[in-house]
């Protein structure tokens, strides 16, 4: 007996039928899960971005703040007792809108600094008038092994962009923003990172440089006057994950034709920004 339904709509039908008992337990792991949001993508019931963003979706739950976090070194902070003049300068540089204050102790963080804070003494010009534990928001402090999805709900409830991350020894380890797991499911989010679309490389003026994984490799080598060879792979990027032997997770480092590379920007698909810098140079 004929029920009225095409074969193309059964055919859809039966699909969601296996991806309901996926989803109420009936296949027994997430990985036939993705299997079955492959299959649909196969059938054309929606794009590849939107895979990748459910697969990123999924991904959340398996995977812990030290994975995508800011490592401490790659920090820009502001410690208490400096004046206006004396952090301005990285404030402008780093084009970040939010800032980890530092007390004097290693470990001790009394809050964050907004920007948007700083406003209202630059337009008045009274930036002796400036005190910052004043204006000093309240920090969140999250354990480095806490899952992604738990601290997505967490920043949700709290209306929280930021917190400082703590490892084991309870020492600040580095910091994370809603952005950073965010990135995780919906890919690249235009960032503190980010700068010029047509600028591939910006040096800095504390010796190193940031440089987009998409750079080819040629402009690289010609940049920094390396020999890399594009026979195998057209980027850095593509370059520097090999030498990985992994997809890395930022704050990873690797050193390659006398230059070191560190990961700042990456989600579960690629790389996609690089700190580089002449192998011995030291951080100023």
Known sequence: ??????????????????????????????????????DAKHRGLFNQETLAILEGALSVSDMQVREVMIPRQQMVAIRAGERPDE????????AHSRFPVL??????????????????????????????????????RVPES??????????????????????????????????????????????????????????????????????EIED???????QFSDTEFDTIGGLVTHAFGHLPSRGEKTTLGGLDFVVLNADNRRIRLLEVRRHGSSDQ
């Not at 952005?179 to 040096?203: F, K």
């Not at 690289?220 to 390396?226: G, K, L, S």
């Open 1 to 38: 007996m004929n029920d009225g339904r095409s074969p193309e709509n059964q055919d859809s039908r039966s699909w969601f039928d296996r991806l309901a008992g996926v989803i109420s337990g009936e296949a027994g792991n997430k990985s036939e899960l993705i299997d079955e949001l492959r």
């Open 87 to 94: 952090f301005l300068p990285r404030v402008i540089e780093s």
């Open 103 to 140: 007390g004097d102790q290693p470990n001790e963080v009394l809050g964050i600094l907004l920007a948007k804070d700083l406003l209202p003494f630059l337009i008045s010009q009274d930036l002796e008038r400036f005190e910052i534990k004043e204006v000093a928001r309240p920090v969140r």
């Open 146 to 215: 806490k899952r992604l999805d738990q601290l997505l709900k967490e920043f949700r409830d709290n209306r929280a962009h930021m917190a400082v991350v703590i490892d084991e020894y309870g020492e600040v380890a580095g910091l994370v923003t809603i952005e950073d797991v965010l990135e995780q499911i919906v890919g690249e989010i235009e960032d503190e990172h980010d700068h010029d679309e047509d600028l591939s490389i910006r040096h800095q003026s504390n010796g190193s440089s940031l440089v987009k994984a998409i750079t």
């Open 220 to 226: 690289f080598n010609a940049e920094f006057n390396t």
